[in-house]
């Protein structure tokens, strides 16, 4: 697979593997490293967590899977994210679920990261949301720190609006990577509020989060999901006979914004699937169809 180049130093995986639900998956440190291993095999480079996943567990699985084989670490970029304290008996100091975006516990999230990840340094660091609290000052001091003292190579964000992205680049030496917000075929905000536009006119590619709408479409019967049932079906047998998942995959894949899918299955077989989905060529008339069925409108 061709990797997405972000900046002259840094390239992704098309197809990124997300671990939000590594701890729902009840792997053992040998199953993780199993599926670690599969997933570069299939050329999945990139993955995705955040402090914060599985209740602060997340990491650490990853990490004590990593120790068993430390060599992988050098063909991987790891992406983990700051920002969101949450309420959690391992934080009994948190008495309510908050952002935080001080230059203090940027570092201090990112030293529990390195630990917890078995890592010295992090590929690239995204906020996790916008938070109405933020100085954009403190963020580019600790951005900055770690640059320099080589824990983190690069910086993006999560979440973040058009005007809430060159807000924070504003005050930044070095361009953010990427924006990682949630698209997929039921999911358009981001090409609504602009964000699609911003990475298109500063050749950012975008992290597409939970692009299989969280898996929910597959059982939903809301009209909306059933509609999108029936096309994604519809142009699945136009492709050939493809599965739904990878008529979504496809859907973001052939996007001229270079979306990034961040396949979240723990199943090997539906992460396949997402990387074969790289290959499927969608015409401009079956991207709209979907989308139609999305909107539940023809375009004007
Ligand atoms: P997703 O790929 O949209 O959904 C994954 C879920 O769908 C899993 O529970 C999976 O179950 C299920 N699924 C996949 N294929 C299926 C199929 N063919 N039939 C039925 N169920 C199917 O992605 P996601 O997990 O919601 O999110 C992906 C990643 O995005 C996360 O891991 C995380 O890294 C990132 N994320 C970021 C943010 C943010 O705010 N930045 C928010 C949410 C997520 P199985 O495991 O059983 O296959």
Request: with cysteine.
């Amino acid at each position: 697979m061709q990797k997405v180049k972000l900046t002259d130093e840094l390239s992704f995986s098309p197809i990124v593997h997300g671990l939000w639900r590594l701890a729902d998956w009840n792997m053992n440190s040998e199953e993780t490293l199993k599926l670690i291993e599969a997933c570069l095999e299939l050329g999945i480079t990139t993955f995705d967590h955040a402090d914060i996943y599985g209740n602060y567990s997340c990491e650490g699985l990853f990490g004590e899977a990593l120790q068993l084989n430390p060599r992988l670490r050098e063909k991987m970029e790891i992406v983990t994210k700051c920002g969101i304290k949450l309420l959690s008996d391992k934080h009994p100091e948190h008495k309510v679920k908050h952002y935080d975006t001080s230059q203090a516990h940027i570092l201090k999230s990112v030293e529990n990261s390195l630990s917890r990840l078995k890592t010295d340094y992090i590929d690239v660091l995204l906020i996790h949301r916008p938070d109405p609290f933020m100085n954009p000052e403190e963020v580019a001091e600790a951005f900055t720190r770690l640059k320099t003292e080589g824990k983190v190579k690069h910086f993006g964000v999560s979440n973040f609006t058009p005007s809430q992205f060159r807000m924070l680049s504003s005050y930044l030496d070095f361009p953010l990577v990427t924006n990682q917000v949630e698209i997929s075929v039921s999911h358009l905000h981001a090409f609504e509020d602009g964000t699609i536009e911003q990475c298109l006119e500063n050749r950012v590619a975008p992290m597409a989060w939970s692009p299989l709408a969280g898996g929910q479409i597959f059982q939903a019967h809301d009209e909306k999901s059933l509609r999108l049932r029936k096309t994604l079906e519809e142009v699945g047998k136009e492709l050939g006979g493809i599965e739904l998942d990878q008529v979504m995959y496809a859907w973001l894949l052939n996007h001229p914004a270079r979306m990034i899918p961040i396949a979240g299955s723990g199943n090997y077989n539906r992460i396949k699937a997402a990387v074969e989905a790289t290959k499927i060529q969608m015409t401009r008339q079956q991207w709209f169809k979907i989308w139609i069925a999305s909107t539940g409108t023809d375009v004007a």
